[in-house]
């Protein structure tokens, strides 16, 4: 069964927020593995809360993003939330996530497609997006690639003071 993609309501905030804790408990242990506590803690003191906010922030009235969702028998398995820069010649895919008992299975590519979609209608030239290059991000790597962007490997280093 295909998931429906539909455009996010304000019903949907607890959903998403739910959804994007599961779906990068992964990333944060990772990067709580590869940083350690001290840079880990100093950069997301409370990873949980930051994530929450970036959700509802995405879906406040005030966001220029839009925010589409996939679900499956009424229920939110994965979204992606884009903008087009104000110059808009650019997009940017802010968040992608998917349920991780629904990854593998397409709907990350879908929601990209989606995106690049929706971007391309408002004019876009280039669509950009941020993603990590260890382990934990690579269903969201594979999904990225599946949907044609075209991946340029840079590294950030981190020291705490």
Not at 89 to 106: F, K, M, W, Y
């Amino acid at each position: 069964m295909s998931p429906e993609v539909r455009q996010a309501r304000d019903t949907d905030v607890d959903a998403l927020v739910e959804l994007t804790l599961l779906t990068f408990v992964p990333v944060f242990d990772s990067f709580l593995k590869l940083l350690g506590p001290a840079i880990f803690e100093t950069i997301w003191p409370d990873w949980r809360q930051s994530q929450r906010q970036a959700v509802e922030d995405l879906l406040c009235d005030a966001s220029d993003s839009v925010v589409l969702v996939a679900e499956l028998n009424n229920v939110p398995v994965g979204f992606v939330a884009y903008e087009v820069r104000p110059e808009g010649d650019t997009g940017e895919i802010l968040l992608l996530a998917v349920h991780p008992d629904h990854q593998s299975r397409g709907i990350g590519t879908l929601l990209n497609e989606r995106a690049l979609d929706g971007m391309k209608r408002a004019g876009v030239k280039l669509a950009i997006v941020d993603t990590g290059g260890e382990s934990s991000h690579a269903p969201a790597r594979r999904s990225y690639e599946k949907a044609g962007f075209t991946a340029l490997p840079l590294v950030r280093h981190f020291k705490k003071l």
